[in-house]
């Protein structure tokens, strides 16, 4: 799919009489992996809320698809992927193949039903994902490594324009941490999905994203890693050291900037 999937004008929330989130202005490519960093209070999820139509602005617009999200019907067009896994239930009444079938159910019409066709597109995205073998196993009963393949697989099987992950990797550890993202940038690039992923990872999500999305309140930053990379206004708030360690977009020997090629 061509074009813009997400933009924002001046889009502003207050809670209480103070600014979630005050005039950010951006807009998402098709194809886009963007990374949605900032402090603890920033404002990501009032944003993600705004996105989803959770939410509505106190001024200015936002549009994913070019439509307004509170008018928004065609919701199989985009995945989400939550925080929260499934811990602690061992046991949880239902399979990775139902968990996964939930996702095709979330976009028919009544009545809603699994038909040989959704079957064959459950398999599909579960060999993809390499769970094909946990189909039956309940949920409750999987690894977070594990769980987070299934989501994402929930999330794929509408085959979705856009991907919301809402720091889906705050539960594991730092190696399932890093399969998983690159496994999503593959995609990314493989299926010419948008992503727009909420981490607090700012040190690595460089590795896998194209742009970053830094807001604490207003906007930060917004832009390509090439860009943070050289951009003063980021040295200025972050250091020019960290600020080069963020983009990982310099050579590991010479500590230069790459070729414009790998700064996009």
């Not at 999820?45 to 999200?69: D, H, Q, R, Y």
């Not at 929930?154 to 998983?180: G, H, M, Q, W, Y």
Request: proline content about 4%.
């Amino acid at each position: 799919m061509a074009g813009k999937i997400i933009e924002a004008d001046r889009l502003t929330y207050t809670i209480a009489g103070a600014e979630a989130v005050s005039h950010l202005t951006f807009s998402v490519n098709a194809g886009d992996y963007v990374g949605i960093v900032g402090p603890n209070g920033s404002g990501k999820t009032t944003l993600m809320k705004l996105l989803l139509g959770l939410l509505e602005p106190g001024s200015g617009t936002v549009a994913i698809f070019g439509i307004n999200p509170l008018n928004f019907k065609e919701w199989h067009k985009i995945g989400y992927i939550p925080q929260k896994l499934i811990s602690g239930t061992a046991g949880f009444p239902a399979t990775v193949k139902e968990i996964v079938e939930m996702g095709l159910l979330a976009g028919k019409k009544t009545p809603k039903r699994i038909t040989a066709e959704d079957g064959k597109k459950v398999q599909e995205v579960l060999q993809t994902l390499n769970i094909f073998d946990l189909r039956k196993k309940l949920i409750g009963d999987l690894s977070g490594g594990q769980q987070q393949r299934v989501f994402l697989a929930r999330a794929l099987v509408n085959s979705p324009d856009l991907i919301i992950l809402d720091e889906p990797t705050a539960a594991v550890d730092a190696s399932t941490s890093e399969k998983f993202m690159l496994l999503v940038s593959e995609l990314c690039r493989e299926k010419h999905v948008t992503v727009m992923h909420v981490t607090h990872d700012i040190a690595n999500i460089g590795k896998y994203a194209n742009k970053l999305l830094y807001i604490d309140k207003k906007l930060v930053f917004y832009g390509t890693f090439g860009d943070f990379c050289l951009s003063p206004e980021a040295a200025i708030y972050f250091g020019k050291y960290a600020q080069h360690i963020i983009c990982h977009r310099h050579d590991q020997d010479s500590g230069l900037p790459k070729g414009p090629e790998n700064n996009d």
